[in-house]
T-cell receptor, first 116, second 109 residues
């Protein structure tokens, strides 16, 4: 299947700082990317849908000013957690839809964020 | 609405067969996915069903009945490495994945 990378895989930061997470599709152009958050022992929660060249669509309850999403190219989407707090500590996972296969969605390896 | 259910946890024995069920209710449907997720890792794609019937892929098979809103993932010849959470998700009319809570599968020797 298609390959999606995510960087960094793990980050620890101080409360109040901002953290940027990158999601890249390595062997295909992704017009749509998705950002998920997963707390321990819970299911995936969709945060937002990122479309190349347009504003992201955020799910209800997700603060767009806190979780900034940029999808500037067909292979890169970034999620910036601004003014991070300990409650933002979570596993953040991106996925990308491969337009060659309408329904296929491939996940990055995830980023473990710990806010102290 | 978004309504998808699967058992929270199942236990099986190494070498045996286990079936993980998933039921859903939706007005718009574009297929049913199964993913495997090991602890601390991102989900990995296992299978996709959009038509009724059984899709077999090695030790794993997935079944779909659209009229019943029902799918199952069948794992044969269980190995210890199969211990993981198994997530089912249906794709709605907007091509968005709606996720179940996941089934934690525990394999015992």
């Amino acid at each position: 299947g298609a390959v999606v990378s995510q960087h960094p895989s793990r980050v620890i930061c101080k409360s109040g700082t901002s953290v940027k997470i990158e999601c890249r599709s390595l062997d295909f152009q992704a017009t749509t990317m998705f950002w998920y958050r997963q707390f321990p022992k819970q299911s995936l929660m969709l945060m937002a849908t990122s479309n190349e060249g347009s504003k992201a669509t955020y799910e209800q309850g997700v603060e767009k000013d806190k979780f900034l999403i940029n999808h500037a190219s067909l292979t890169l989407s970034t999620l910036t957690v601004t003014s991070a707090h300990p409650e933002d500590s979570s596993f953040y996972i991106c996925s990308a839809r491969d337009p060659r296969f309408d329904t296929a969605q491939y996940f990055g390896p995830g980023t473990r964020l710990t806010v102290l | 609405g978004q309504n998808i259910d699967q058992p929270t946890e199942m236990t099986a024995t190494e070498g045996a067969i286990v079936q993980i069920n998933c039921t859903y209710q939706t007005s718009g449907f574009n297929g049913l996915f199964w993913y495997q997720q090991h602890a601390g890792e991102a989900p990995t794609f296992l299978s996709y069903n959009v038509l009724d019937g059984l899709e077999e892929k090695g030790r794993f098979s997935s079944f779909l009945s659209r009229s019943k809103g029902y799918s199952y993932l069948l794992l044969k010849e269980l190995q210890m490495k199969d211990s993981a959470s198994y997530l089912c998700a249906y794709m709605d009319s907007n091509y968005q994945l709606i996720w179940g809570a996941g089934t934690k599968l525990i394999i015992k020797p």
